[in-house]
T-cell receptor, first 113, second 111 residues
Framework: EAGVVQSPRYKIIEKKQPVAFWCNPI?????LYWYLQNLGQGPELLIR????????DSQLPKDRFSAERLKGVDSTLKIQPAELGDSAVYLC???????????FGPGTRLTVT | GEDVEQSLFLSVREGDSSVINCTYT??????LYWYKQEPGAGLQLLTY?????DMKQDQRLTVLLNKKDKHLSLRIADTQTGDSAIYFC???????????FGTGTRLQVTL
């Protein structure tokens, strides 16, 4: 069974530029999460989807961050415009309906210069 | 994750047992997890325990939960160099499915 897939793995952009990250969850997993991991820290939840509905986006900085999961499968997280402080690893995770395990992708390491 | 705390670093010799500790403050925690993160990789789920259990064993891994003291530990028996990584404790509770992570414990295994 393929794991959670994320792309790109690495991204370097200049501040004020837009950036987008893509995630494909494990097949059949209806819950999808985006986490932010700063250096030396544990992941922090940005947004959680149940199918195509964002059920918890309270930690998503909505002035510059947006996310979508239009067909309840793949998801895209966007930052526009990026700031220096957005440099971090962005992790996607998924879990099956009713399951308590979250399975993580390898992450996208963003560097904003 | 200030309500989940871990020590930053642990060094053990190959073949010894490692014990990584975690404390949390929220007694409503339902599930508690241990994840492993190797350099440049995502988080790998190692094991988890439901809050009404006090122990779970899975091959070389033993999880102990002291709910009264809100203390969770992960014991790795016969630690190998491949166990060198950062280990994160996480709790689920309050908002369903929301995980709160600790800052991670870096395990260094020496020969």
């Amino acid at each position: 069974e393929a794991g959670v897939v994320q792309s790109p793995r690495y991204k370097i952009i200049e501040k004020k530029q837009p950036v987008a990250f893509w995630c494909n969850p494990i097949s059949g997993h209806n819950t999808l999460y985006w986490y932010l991991q700063n250096l030396g820290q544990g992941p922090e939840l940005l947004i959680r989807y149940e199918n195509e509905e964002a059920v918890d986006d309270s930690q998503l900085p909505k002035d510059r961050f947006s996310a979508e999961r239009l067909k309840g499968v793949d998801s895209t997280l966007k930052i526009q415009p990026a700031e220096l402080g957005d440099s971090a690893v962005y992790l996607c995770a998924s879990s099956p309906r009713g399951g308590h395990e979250q399975y993580f992708g390898p992450g996208t390491r963003l560097t904003v210069t | 994750g200030e309500d989940v705390e871990q020590s930053l670093f642990l060094s053990v010799r190959e073949g010894d047992s490692s014990v990584i500790n975690c404390t949390y403050t929220d007694s409503s925690s339902t599930y508690l997890y241990w994840y492993k993160q190797e350099p440049g990789a995502g988080l790998q789920l190692l094991t988890y325990i439901f809050s009404n259990m006090d122990m779970k064993q899975d091959q070389r891994l033993t999880v102990l939960l002291n709910k009264k003291d809100k203390h969770l530990s992960l014991r790795i028996a016969d630690t190998q160099t491949g166990d060198s990584a950062i280990y994160f404790c996480a709790r689920e509770g309050g908002t369903a499915s929301k995980l709160t992570f600790g800052t991670g414990t870096r395990l260094q295994v020496t020969l």
